[in-house]
């Protein structure tokens, strides 16, 4: 049976998780994002990177725990919108906070780990937002599309640690984060192993 | 469309029955969509935008605080910048006083609960004359010069602030240092009613922080009480903070309540909380990168471009000397 189309999810989540965007120009163009304009820009757009992220993740626990499908579709659709976060995030600290120099984003990079792991988890989405399409999919076949695509295991992972290192003191609110990320990849790994053991041959009646 | 005014529409113009009879799912869909952006909007907004909430009503009025009268210098001695003064706005709402709390906004936000009046020092320790003298009292013994800094935050960035105080080796030489004084501690106020930060062990309260000797009677050291020409805001640290432009700004400790002359270096706050990143000199160098970021360049608030920074920002001259002989690097 074919489900109901739900044809307004995916523009509301579109037009919702644009809004923090739309909020930060419009801040921006009233002055009120405080007297770093840069951080207050980095530290949003960082964080949206990520809770959409963990929103894209959360997609399939919510299929199994509660047998929900609407979040499987929108789940390209919000991972598309944390890559789009992440560039934003990217571009706000080479473009407005470095002035673009190589050379000072270079040594970031391969000198500090916080930027480091936060940099690799940005490479790691580009390939999954290039392979996001159905055709892609189909290309590649989907057991390899898959595979692949659980490279956003790890891109979140960093993303956290990225947040933990980042944080002076407090790391109350990454570790927040850190503590979702664990829940839905635990959900993940249980479900895997109830799978391998419903997959083990049943014992056969004499 | 027909140009005569016909009574009834054309057969073209008749919503056909299925649409008819889609008119309701269409206005139930949009009513979906609208509470579903709203909901996934304002689920973002009340996760990430906490940081970025107007600041206007906090900034203090500038009528609310006393004018200071300055008797000494004011803002054009040997040691003050003439570069463009961050604005008075960004100096009272971008601030690291962890008492109140952890973002840059938080303490203009809540350090209104901090009651600056009655409020008294403790000068002891390795002193001929040790004692506890009201804060009026002390601003009373010296004139206020006004004096215009660089500060440099160790996160990289950067305000010009013309400060209201006193130099901090007067007040030293008025309790009289034994032979045996060679370092300053000071103390900030820990009362976790007038500070609710406290009552998160964020940190080791209370924030203490030390200078050597010779460096706290340089004159370019200050305890401040003022700035822009009015009494020093709470979340500045009112009403007795401590100001050494060469360091960077932790070094600063606020609401100053006890100053002690010590033998041996004191700890400090941040020394202790994370020694690979805050060293006990603490001096602006920008050849020892922090773990995190890059030492090298500074972005002044209020600016869009970063600029290089200077060694013992910009105050070389005056105080590299104290420092002859040391490694900078590992005494950073």
Not at chain 1, 119 to 125: D, E, G, N, S
Not at chain 1, 149 to 176: N, Q
Not at chain 2, 146 to 168: K, Q
Not at chain 2, 171 to 196: G, W
Request: hydrophobic share 40%.
């Amino acid at each position: 049976m074919a489900s109901p189309p739900l044809p307004w999810l995916k523009p509301a989540v579109l037009v919702g998780g644009l809004a923090p965007l739309a909020l930060l120009a419009l801040q921006g163009a009233q002055g009120t994002l405080g007297p770093n304009v840069i951080e207050a820009v980095l530290n949003q757009t960082g964080l949206m990177a990520l809770i959409f992220l963990l929103g894209s993740l959360a997609c399939t626990p919510l299929k199994l725990l509660f047998g929900w499908t609407w979040p499987v579709r929108i789940r390209k659709l919000v991972g598309l919108m944390a890559f789009a976060y992440a560039v934003l995030h990217f571009l706000t600290y080479a473009v407005a906070d470095q002035g673009l120099k190589l050379g000072p984003i270079l040594e970031d990079i391969t000198k500090r780990k916080f930027i480091a792991v936060g940099f690799i988890a940005l490479v790691l989405l580009v390939p999954l937002a290039v392979t996001s399409t159905n055709a892609a999919v189909r290309r590649m076949g989907f057991p390899a599309w898959q595979r692949l695509h659980r490279l956003v295991y790890v891109a979140a992972s960093l993303g956290v640690i990225h947040f933990v290192w980042r944080v002076k003191k407090d790391v109350t609110e990454p570790f927040i984060y850190g503590a979702v990320l664990a829940l839905l990849l635990g959900i993940r790994v249980v479900e895997a192993v109830r799978k391998r053991r419903r997959a083990r041959p049943a014992p056969r009646p004499a | 469309m027909s140009d005569k005014k016909a009574p009834e529409p054309p057969s073209s113009e008749i919503t056909p029955e299925k649409q008819y009879l889609r008119r309701r799912e269409l206005i139930k869909n949009a009513g979906l969509f609208a509470g579903t952006a709203a909901v996934v909007g304002g689920g973002l907004y009340l996760l990430g935008m906490k940081r970025t909430r107007p600041m206007d009503k906090f900034v203090p009025d500038a009528g609310e605080l006393a004018a200071l009268p300055v008797s000494g210098g004011k803002g054009s001695g040997p040691y003050d910048t003439d570069e463009s003064r961050t604005p008075y706005e960004d100096v009272t709402t971008y601030n690291n006083f962890y008492e109140f709390g952890l973002d840059k906004n938080d303490p203009a936000r809540h350090s209104h609960t901090l009651r600056t009046r009655p409020w008294t020092v403790t000068i002891d320790g390795e002193a001929h004359k040790p004692q506890t003298v009201d804060i009026d009292q002390i601003t009373s013994w010296f004139p206020l010069e006004e004096r215009v800094y660089r500060m440099r935050c160790v996160e990289a960035w950067s305000m010009v602030i013309p400060w209201l105080g006193f130099p901090l080796g007067e007040l030293i030489k008025r309790v009289e240092p034994t032979s045996r004084a060679k370092y300053v501690a000071f103390t900030t106020l820990m009362d976790p009613e007038q500070m609710p930060g406290l009552k998160r062990p964020v940190l080791d309260w209370p924030y203490v922080e030390g200078l050597r000797l010779d460096e706290a009677l340089h004159p370019l050291t200050l305890m401040a009480v003022g700035l822009y020409g009015k009494t020093l805001p709470n979340q500045n640290g009112a009403p007795l903070r401590l100001v050494v432009p060469w360091k960077y700004g932790f070094k600063g400790i606020k609401s100053i309540v006890k100053i002690t002359l010590t033998e041996q270096q004191p700890p400090t706050t941040w020394n202790l909380a994370k020694p690979e990143e805050y060293g006990f000199y603490a001096n602006v160098n920008p050849q020892v990168d922090h773990p995190r970021w890059s030492q090298a360049s500074e972005r002044r608030v209020g600016e869009f471009r970063r600029r290089p920074t200077l060694p013992f920002n910009g105050y070389a001259e005056q105080v590299a000397s104290l420092y002859a002989g040391m490694d900078l690097r590992t005494n950073y």
